[in-house]
C-alpha cells in the first residue's frame, strides 16, 4: 500500500506505515554517511512533527536516528554529543508516556542515551572542553569577520555625500 506523506520539503511517499525518508535515513545511517543521514532528518522530522505529531511512532524513530547519527559519526564534536544527549532524552520522555516504561523501543532509546551520556563523559577531559572552547570561539570570530567584511564593503559601495 502507497500513500501521501510529506509535504514538498521531504519524499512524499509511505510505503505501509515506514516513510521513505526514515528508511532512507537508516540506510545513509548504516553506511556512516552522517552528514548526509543529518541533513536529511534535520529536514523531514519538522515535517513529521507537524504532520503526525510530536508524540507518534514514526517521528520518534525519526528523531532516534538522529540522535544516533549524531553521536556515532567519528567526527563528533562535543557540541553534537551534548544535543544527541539532549535528543535522546527528550525521545525517552516522550516514548514513556507513548509507549509505556517496557516497550522494546523505549528500551532501545534508553541503551542508546546510557552509551551517548558514557560517550561525552570520557571526552570531556580539560583538555577537549578548552580545544571545542577554542574552535567554537574561533569559528564566532570567523562569522563576525565576514559580517564586517560585509558591513565595509556595503560602506564603501556607497556614493559619498
Not at 17 to 42: C, F, H, I, M
Request: glycine content about 4%.
Amino acid at each position: 500500500m502507497m500513500r501521501s506523506w510529506l509535504s514538498s520539503s521531504g519524499p512524499r511517499l509511505c510505503v505501509g506505515d515506514e516513510p521513505v525518508s526514515l528508511n532512507y535515513a537508516l540506510s545513509l545511517r548504516r553506511l556512516q554517511r552522517s552528514e548526509e543521514t543529518k541533513a536529511l532528518l534535520g529536514k523531514t522530522i519538522p515535517v513529521a512533527q507537524r504532520v503526525l505529531g510530536e508524540s507518534h511512532e514514526i517521528t520518534l524513530r525519526m528523531r532516534w536516528n538522529y540522535a544516533r547519527a549524531l553521536y556515532s559519526d567519528p567526527d563528533a564534536r562535543l557540541d553534537d554529543l551534548r544535543e544527541a544527549v539532549s535528543t535522546f532524552e527528550e525521545t525517552a520522555r516522550t516514548a514513556r508516556r507513548v509507549l509505556g516504561g517496557a516497550h522494546p523501543f523505549l528500551e532501545g532509546i534508553e541503551h542508546e542515551l546510557r552509551r551517548t551520556r558514557a560517550t561525552l563523559r570520557a571526552r570531556e577531559t580539560p583538555e577537549t572542553l578548552a580545544q571545542d572552547a577554542f574552535r567554537t570561539t574561533r569559528a564566532k570570530l570567523a562569522q563576525e569577520r565576514a559580517e564586517l567584511a560585509r558591513t565595509l564593503a556595503d560602506a564603501s559601495a556607497r556614493p559619498p555625500k
